[in-house]
C-alpha cells in the first residue's frame, strides 16, 4: 500500500465527531447508534472521558447500514452477516494480492537470473 493510501486511511479512521453529530451527518437517532454499537455493527472511539468519537470511516460504514436496512429492507442479523462476509473478502483479497505480489517477485528473480545466465536457460 502506497504512503498516500495509508496517509488516506488514516485520516479516515481519526475520531471525529461526538455521537450527536455523527447521527445528524448519517440521519439517524443516537440512541440507533447506541443499538448498532451493542450489537456489534459498529465500534466508535472513546475519549479518556469514555466519550463516543466516530471516525469518517465510521461515518460510512452507518451510511452502509442505514443503506442496507432502509433501502435494502436488510434486517440487523443480516447486516451483521453482510459485515462478517466483506471482513472476510477484504481478508482474502488480501492475502491474494500478497500472493500476486511473491510470484511476481519470484518472476522476476527468475527473469534476472536467465538474463545473467542465459546458457543454464538451455537445461530448463
Same mark, same amino acid.
Given at each position: ?7 488516506? $486511511?488514516?485520516?479516515?479512521?481519526? %475520531? ?13 437517532? %443516537?440512541?440507533?447508534? /447506541? ?10 472511539? /472513546?475519549?479518556?472521558?469514555?466519550? /463516543? ?12 447500514? /442505514? ?34 505480489? $511473491? ?14 545466465? %542465459? ?6
Amino acid at each position: 500500500m502506497s504512503k498516500e493510501t495509508n496517509n488516506s $486511511n488514516d485520516k479516515k479512521d481519526r %475520531p471525529l465527531y461526538v455521537i450527536s453529530v455523527a447521527a445528524e451527518l448519517v440521519d439517524m437517532h %443516537p440512541q440507533t447508534l /447506541r443499538l448498532y454499537e451493542r450489537k456489534g455493527l459498529i465500534e466508535p472511539s /472513546r475519549s479518556t472521558g469514555k466519550t /463516543r468519537l466516530y471516525s469518517q470511516r465510521d461515518i460510512e460504514h452507518l451510511q452502509e447500514i /442505514r443503506r442496507l436496512t432502509q433501502e435494502l429492507g436488510v434486517n440487523l442479523a443480516g447486516v451483521e452477516e453482510v459485515i462478517k462476509l466483506r471482513k472476510r473478502l477484504s481478508e482474502l483479497q488480501g492475502k491474494l494480492e500478497d500472493q500476486i505480489d $511473491n510470484i511476481h517477485e519470484e518472476l522476476q528473480a527468475a527473469l534476472i537470473r536467465r538474463a545473467l545466465n %542465459p546458457a543454464s536457460s538451455d537445461d530448463d
